[in-house]
């Protein structure tokens, strides 16, 4: 909701500013114009001069000192007019500022009468309560329904001696020894080896 601009539009807070303000423009047309007659004087006297008019050209000058002093007092009148309003538009825009506090006040005011802490903290821990409802009842639907239900699952020793057996099998592999057998395999009985005919010529030249 907007805090500046609410009602009626002032053309000013301060009264007779706008006359302040046109006072200084008249006063800078004047002086314009009296410096424009100081310096149409000064361009007499100098062509007075060369005519060798001295009597004439020195009332020019006058005049011409009199118009710079209507100049010089008219600045220092306008300078100090200058300092008064600079100083009526600082009081203008605090007159504002503080009609905008007294606006954002009341603005604070209604909207605190809307909120009431006791309320919004029983409304975040009603919020919470849901929360909690929610999450046990999310981990009650993600339970195990159906395989294994009365069942002995623990298969952790049983996949230990798969492990170890597996483990073997490969060392072997990679050293080229044997497995060692289990105790349920049976070893089966080997034929005799009968002697060849090498084997007899090499017994009859040992014994010569």
Do not use: C, H
Not at 107 to 115: F, W, Y
Not at 186 to 201: G, I, R
């Amino acid at each position: 909701m907007p805090l500046v601009g609410r009602g009626k539009a002032k053309k000013n807070a301060i009264p007779n500013a706008d006359a302040l303000m046109g006072g200084l423009k008249n006063m800078n047309t004047s002086n314009m114009m009296y410096q424009k007659k100081v310096d149409a004087e000064k361009a007499r006297a100098r062509e007075l001069m060369r005519k060798g008019d001295r009597t004439n050209a020195q009332l020019a000058l006058r005049r011409a000192r009199q118009f710079e002093q209507m100049v010089n007092r008219t600045t220092a009148m306008m300078g100090n007019l200058e300092t008064i309003q600079m100083g009526i538009q600082s009081a203008q825009q605090s007159a504002m500022f503080v009609d905008t506090l007294k606006v954002a006040k009341k603005e604070l005011d209604t909207a605190a009468k809307t909120i009431d802490a006791d309320k919004v903290q029983d409304m975040m821990d009603d919020m919470a309560d849901k929360m909690d409802e929610i999450n046990a009842t999310t981990e009650l639907l993600s339970e195990d329904m159906g395989m294994g239900m009365g069942m002995d699952l623990d298969v952790g020793d049983e996949l230990a001696a798969l492990e170890a057996e597996l483990a073997t099998e490969s060392m072997a592999e990679f050293t080229g020894v044997a497995a060692p057998v289990s105790e349920e395999a049976v070893a089966e009985p080997t034929a005799p080896q009968l002697p060849t005919k090498m084997d007899e010529l090499s017994t009859l030249e040992d014994m010569f």
